[in-house]
């Protein structure tokens, strides 16, 4: 078999002295997933929220609500694998840790997870705005190039 390398823009990240998180954060793609992905957290979150609310209603539901944590947790799992590709395991990554969990800060681990790699995502997206940006532009500037060497 014969193999095909280049360079994709695929970048390394350790998560938390964890496993090994893989995406390039200049692809737009991805950036509006993960844009679209913030507010699927909010759905779910709310829905979390929701169902939380009617098994306060039944009594010694304390196995209900650490289901519906497991549950919720692997939703937003799958829904990062989405958007970061399935051979990013956030289970793996983050070490079975529960993404609803609270870190010692007192916010939830993904919200910490997301905010971290918010400012890697947008300054990957600004890169390529500007790389297109630039070709445009040039692009521009030897098309006139071009144009003016003709009348001349």
């Not at 609500?65 to 289970?91: H, I, M, P, S, Y």
């Not at 918010?118 to 997206?125: E, K, R």
């Not at 521009?140 to 071009?146: G, P």
Request: contains cysteine; glycine residues 12%.
């Amino acid at each position: 078999m014969e193999k095909l390398v280049f360079d994709s823009g695929i970048r390394e990240f350790e998560i938390d002295g964890g496993g090994v998180l893989r995406f390039n954060p200049g692809d737009p793609n991805l950036y509006g997933r993960f844009l679209d992905a913030i507010e699927k957290v909010r759905e779910v979150e709310r829905e979390l929220v929701d169902r939380a609310r009617e098994l306060e209603q039944v009594q010694d539901s304390g196995a209900a609500v650490l289901g519906l944590l497991r549950e919720t947790d692997r939703k937003l799992k799958a829904l990062l694998e989405e958007v970061f590709g399935q051979g990013n395991d956030f289970d793996a990554l983050l070490g079975g840790v529960n993404l609803l969990a609270v870190a010692g800060d007192g916010r939830r681990v993904i919200e910490n997870l997301l905010g971290a790699l918010q400012p890697v995502l947008a300054q990957g997206a600004q890169a390529c705005v500007e790389r297109e940006t630039a070709q445009a532009v040039a692009e521009a500037k030897a098309e006139r190039a071009r144009r003016g060497a003709l009348k001349g």
